[in-house]
């Protein structure tokens, strides 16, 4: 009997672009090596899985946060180095001259791959946001318990 490859589940917790490409390469990596792979985006690392435009309906606290925590799937910041967008404009430049796809097309590709995206249920309830408010690539909306269940016999990378 053939081993089943072991689980890599990638526990974003970050919104910034570099641990979102970090993570996105990783799941590409994982899913062509057969393994399987979960996502889980939580805490500012939701960001990358929301949609523009996305608004908070939550309690006036959450729609504060909302409103100063503007980014989206289309908009991640540089942890370093960001200087005001040109840092972000910088590393776009320099990775579509390589040919390094984005994270939102490295996602759709993990995704495509088998990849499975999951967002925290938690978070989005502190945020006010629903599933609708989120890209089309996440699977499903669940809670701590899906992690850990994933991660079963794996091992957790946070990013």
């Known amino acids: 009997m053939e081993a089943r490859p072991e689980p890599l589940v990638l526990l974003v917790l970050s919104g910034d672009r570099e641990k979102a490409l970090a993570a996105a390469n990783l799941a590409l990596a994982a899913r062509a090596s057969?393994?399987?792979?979960?996502?889980?985006f939580t805490f500012w690392g939701l960001n990358l899985v929301k949609r523009k435009g996305a608004?908070?309906?939550?309690?006036?606290?959450?729609?504060?946060?909302?409103?100063?925590?503007?980014?989206?799937?289309?908009?991640?910041?540089l942890g370093r180095f960001h200087?005001?967008?040109?840092?972000?404009?910088?590393l776009g430049r320099l990775a579509s001259r390589k040919g390094v796809p984005s994270f939102a097309e490295s996602l759709r590709l993990?995704?495509?791959?088998?990849?499975?995206?999951?967002?925290?249920?938690?978070t989005?309830?502190?945020?006010?946001?629903?599933?609708?408010?989120?890209?089309?690539e996440v699977d499903e909306v669940a809670g701590a318990a899906a992690l850990l269940e994933a991660a079963r016999g794996g091992q957790i990378v946070s990013l």
């Open 110 to 122: 993990a995704h495509d791959l088998g990849a499975r995206v999951t967002a925290c249920s938690t």
């Open 55 to 77: 608004r908070s309906r939550g309690p006036l606290l959450a729609r504060l946060l909302a409103f100063l925590n503007r980014d989206h799937a289309g908009r991640q910041r």
């Open 83 to 90: 200087l005001a967008g040109l840092g972000g404009w910088a």
């Open 34 to 40: 057969g393994r399987p792979v979960f996502l889980f």
């Open 124 to 136: 989005l309830e502190l945020m006010g946001l629903t599933r609708e408010d989120l890209v089309a």
